[in-house]
Antibody, heavy 119, light 109 residues
């Protein structure tokens, strides 16, 4: 079955960098666009970024544009999120996700990894 | 990329029906048919309940239904059950980006 396992969450100081990874299995990773979505403590879901199935197109939320970079390695079935110039407001659980069978909806999600940005 | 507007909370008794609204700008909802709804139990992965405004994924109860009028989309849950208690989010796809609503906490009394 579909599995998305995020890793790399940690405590980081403002201004520092972190890289999240998402190991995918149970589906043809190279056929699907992949997303990162986050949820800050006590807040709602926020879409972060998407990368096309072949990595040629990438789009970002305004809140992370210029600081975060999404990428993928289909040889490793792995999705990445490079987070630079971290801010306290980036503190959140980060979910790796994709949409397979529900139009443009995001219908498969990982369990998330926690990023805490604090001095 | 402004967040879509949802009521913070709604409640209902078992067996009743409730409706959650989701309002966006004309560029968020009115021009597109790509509104989806997610159920999120704390500590679990979000689950799609409705996509493309009115469609239900396989396995989702027909107690869940979606609609849209102008720039407002709605999720209706009929025959409320205790397990429906959760946070619900609307989302819209537009111009190569996705935007979520602020979320609505559903309490089953």
């Amino acid at each position: 079955q579909v599995q998305l396992v995020e890793s790399g969450g940690a405590v980081a100081q403002p201004g520092r960098s972190l890289r999240l990874s998402c190991a995918a299995s149970g589906f043809t990773f190279s056929s699907y666009a992949m997303h990162w979505v986050r949820q800050a403590p006590g807040k709602g879901l926020e879409w972060v970024a998407v990368i096309s199935y072949d990595g040629s197109d990438k789009y970002y939320a305004d809140s992370v544009k210029g600081r975060f970079s999404i990428s993928r390695d289909s040889s490793k079935n792995t999705l990445y999120l490079q987070m630079n110039s971290l801010k306290t407001e980036d503190t959140a659980v980060y979910y790796c996700a994709f949409g397979a069978a529900a139009g443009t909806a995001i219908d498969s999600w990982g369990q998330g990894t926690l990023v805490t940005v604090s001095s | 990329q402004s967040a879509l507007t949802q009521p913070a909370s709604v409640s209902g008794s078992p067996g009743q029906s409730i409706t959650i609204s989701c309002t966006g700008t004309s560029s968020d909802i009115d021009d597109f048919n790509y509104v989806s709804w997610y159920q999120h139990h704390p500590g679990k992965a979000p689950k799609v309940m409705i996509y493309d405004v009115i469609d239900r994924p396989s396995g989702v109860s027909d107690r869940f239904s979606g609609s849209r009028s102008g720039n407002t989309a709605s999720l209706t849950i009929s025959g409320l059950q205790a397990e429906d208690e959760a946070d619900y989010y609307c989302s819209s796809y537009t111009s190569r980006s996705w935007v979520f609503g602020g979320g609505t906490k559903l309490t089953v009394l």
